[in-house]
């Protein structure tokens, strides 16, 4: 590729820089998720100025062709123009008993399945692990603690990994007393003591729609019932439709992530989830605040919590390292001042504490900047994934099918036409040694047949661009037999 500008025809030269990046993006020499040369790298090659190539890339910016990424850079986007959201649905006439999903069970051993490619599990550490610097930080913390670091801990934590991520909710203004986070195994377990500390059985948990298959399996498990809220593919929950279900419904407490969701990757802005807040606390309904993803966002910085527009002290949230360090460490947090002393008694009752030796590294790696340093490139890595995996469905997929463009976290919810059952992908997928997550299990109501969703927390390879290959050619059969 000719990296010269024209100084004899009409164009403007920021024009030709255009239609350079334009091309290389034509011949794949730059692909979707790529990082454009620097202002200064281009500008030296073509032999023109730096604000010629940056009125170039700032034109490029706002025709939708690249973005700019606050000390970073500027990132080849996919094209947009031709870009198909999930279709809206409409909210739910009563709420429902969960039945158990054998479904679920079977996603759970494709994913662990030898030679199948995982792109059923959202594990979005996998594109850049930190799996070296945590051993080492292990072995450190071995030597230092000895015996002490593999016997039990404390019952709500270890005190100094409380007080760092106390002290990191107060980057969103957010003073968070450390007495008030309880340690738990997970995420999950988080959201089981929460949901115990709010409800029974019985009671009516509303949810988003589609909804993380966890919950509504731990919702099942209490006994409890689930009222579905859909959500919109960019701004989660529609608001409207949470306050006609609250007026409709007797809610008893609804478990929401609000700062991207899990599958569809939507993210609330600010202003409406301090609006969400306060709809629920004017009710004095609580909110678990499903939080797992939050730190992984592809937009210029991370949500506020809704922690943090809490005036009575009803929310409550729920996170972990599982998706920026280590699921397999199970080591997550909950946070609340209102039911502590009952989070601490399901605490205690389920499993009297969280792994130490673990706690232990994770406070370590956040003290040595490691976990930032990392978070860094991996929000990097999967922002370029994300885009690379929706080219590559673009380019496999046939047209008709819909698929989000997630703000953040690691995987991407694909709609099919009418009438297609994405359970029989999901096991043809898995004959080619591929899993995926069929929609049927993001729903009670089995709303989302025609879904699937997949992880783009992989590192990317030929395999998997290849993988999605073969998805979209299963996809285009499945239509087809869909229509005869
Ligand atoms: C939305 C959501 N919430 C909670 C969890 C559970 O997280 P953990 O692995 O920390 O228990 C997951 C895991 O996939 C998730 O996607």
Redesign the pocket.
């Known amino acids: 590729m000719s990296f010269a500008v024209e100084r004899e025809t009409e164009d403007f030269l920021y024009q030709q820089v255009i239609n350079l990046i334009r091309d290389m993006k034509a011949q794949q020499t730059l692909r979707p998720g790529d990082k454009l040369p620097s202002l200064r790298g281009l500008a030296d090659k073509l032999k023109v100025s730096v604000p010629t190539v940056k009125q170039g890339y700032q034109e490029l910016e706002r025709l939708g062709d690249i973005e700019a990424r606050p000390k970073s850079g500027y990132y080849l986007k996919a094209a947009s123009s031709d870009h198909h959201p999930p279709k809206r649905i409409r909210l739910a006439r009563q709420p429902v008993k969960v039945k158990r999903q054998s479904l679920i069970e079977q996603v759970y051993d494709a994913i662990h399945t030898p030679g199948v490619l995982p792109l059923g599990i ?1 594990n979005p550490v996998a594109a850049f692990p930190s799996d070296k610097t945590l051993a080492r930080t292990m072995r450190r913390v071995m030597a230092m603690a000895g015996t002490q670091a593999i016997s039990y801990g404390p019952m709500d934590g270890f005190a100094p990994l409380k007080r760092q991520l106390a002290y990191r909710y107060l980057d969103f203004g957010l003073k968070v007393d450390p007495d008030d986070l309880v340690i738990t ?5 988080a ?1 089981a003591i929460a949901l115990q500390c709010v409800a029974k059985a019985g009671d009516v948990i509303a949810v988003e729609s589609p909804c ?1 298959f ?2 509504l399996e731990l919702i099942e498990s209490l006994g409890m019932m689930a009222y579905e809220i859909p959500v919109c593919p960019d701004d989660g929950i529609w608001i409207e439709d949470l306050e006609k279900a609250i007026e409709q419904q007797s809610i008893t407490a609804c478990v929401f ?1 609000t700062a991207i ?2 599958p569809m990757g939507s993210c609330m802005p600010d202003e409406n989830r301090q609006k969400v807040v306060e709809i629920l606390e004017q009710k004095n309904i609580p909110l678990i605040e ?1 939080d ?2 939050s730190d992984l966002y592809f937009t210029d910085k991370r949500c506020i919590p809704a922690q943090g527009y809490s005036k009575k002290g009803l929310v409550i949230t ?1 996170a ?4 920026t360090a280590a ?1 397999g460490y ?1 080591v ?1 947090w909950m946070i609340t001042s209102r039911y502590n002393d009952s989070a601490r008694r399901y605490k205690r009752a389920l499993s009297c504490s969280s792994s130490l030796i673990n706690q232990w590294t994770l406070s370590e790696f956040i003290a040595s900047g490691d976990y930032d340093r990392n978070m860094v490139k991996l929000r990097r890595t999967l922002c370029c994934n994300k885009e690379r995996m929706i080219a590559s469905i673009k380019r496999y997929f046939p047209n008709e099918i819909r698929v989000s463009d997630p703000q953040g976290g690691g995987v991407l919810w694909i709609e099919l036409p009418g009438g297609c059952d994405t359970v029989n992908l999901f096991h043809q997928a898995l004959s080619k040694n591929i899993s995926i997550a069929p929609g049927a299990i993001f729903s009670p109501t089995n709303k989302y047949s025609r879904c699937f969703r997949i992880s783009f927390g992989l590192q990317w390879s030929n395999e998997l661009d290849m993988a999605i290959k073969t998805l979209g050619g299963l996809t285009k059969q499945l239509i087809q037999e869909s229509k005869n």
């Open positions: 959202a195994n997970g995420a999950q377990e959201l993380y966890g919950i992530s969701s899990n499903d797992v993803y729920c972990s390292f599982s998706k699921p199970r997550g």
